[in-house]
Every structure is written in structure tokens, then in C-alpha cells.
């Protein structure tokens, strides 16, 4: 079974919703440069090559679920739309 840290599994889930490593770091406080550690340690983890790879990988193994992406926020360029609209 392959196993991320609740941190990886959030940023994970975070990049799935299409959001950016910057604003990544914003939502949690960190800088880019540390998101973009904690996914390439989770790319590893699952054996992908880049972010689509590890999100099928993160679904098809049970890591993350379609759920899960529903409940988190939508990324930052759809909210500005909708408030634009």
C-alpha cells in the first residue's frame, strides 16, 4: 500500500484542484520552493513523473478520492471569475 504524510496528501489534493505551487504556499503558509519539495517527494512516493500521473496514481491506489476533491476549494482563478460574474 503506498502511504503518503498527511502534509504530501494535502498538497496533493490541493494541486489536483488546479492550483498553483504559489498558491499552494499561500493556503498553507509555506513558500513555493517547500510545495514544490513535498510534491516531488509524493511524485516519488507514488512512482509518477508529474502531477496528472500522481493524481491518477493517488486515486487509483486509494491515497486520495473523488470526495475528497469535491470538498476542497475550488482554485483560485474560478473564484475570481465567479466574483467577477
Known amino acids: ?8 496528501r ?3 489534493l490541493l494541486a489536483a484542484a488546479g492550483n498553483s505551487n ?3 504556499a499561500s493556503v498553507l503558509g ?4 517547500s510545495v514544490a519539495e513535498t510534491l516531488t517527494a509524493a511524485y516519488r512516493r507514488l512512482g509518477a513523473s508529474d502531477r496528472t500521473h ?8 486509494g491515497v486520495i478520492s473523488i470526495g475528497d476533491l469535491a470538498r476542497i ?12 460574474a
Open 73 to 84: 476549494a475550488q482554485p483560485a482563478d474560478a473564484q475570481d471569475q465567479e466574483t467577477v
Open 22 to 24: 504559489a498558491r499552494i
Open 10 to 12: 494535502q498538497v496533493l
Open 54 to 61: 500522481a493524481v491518477t496514481l493517488a486515486i487509483y491506489h
Open 1 to 8: 500500500m503506498i502511504r503518503l504524510t498527511q502534509r504530501q
Open 30 to 33: 509555506n513558500s513555493a520552493g
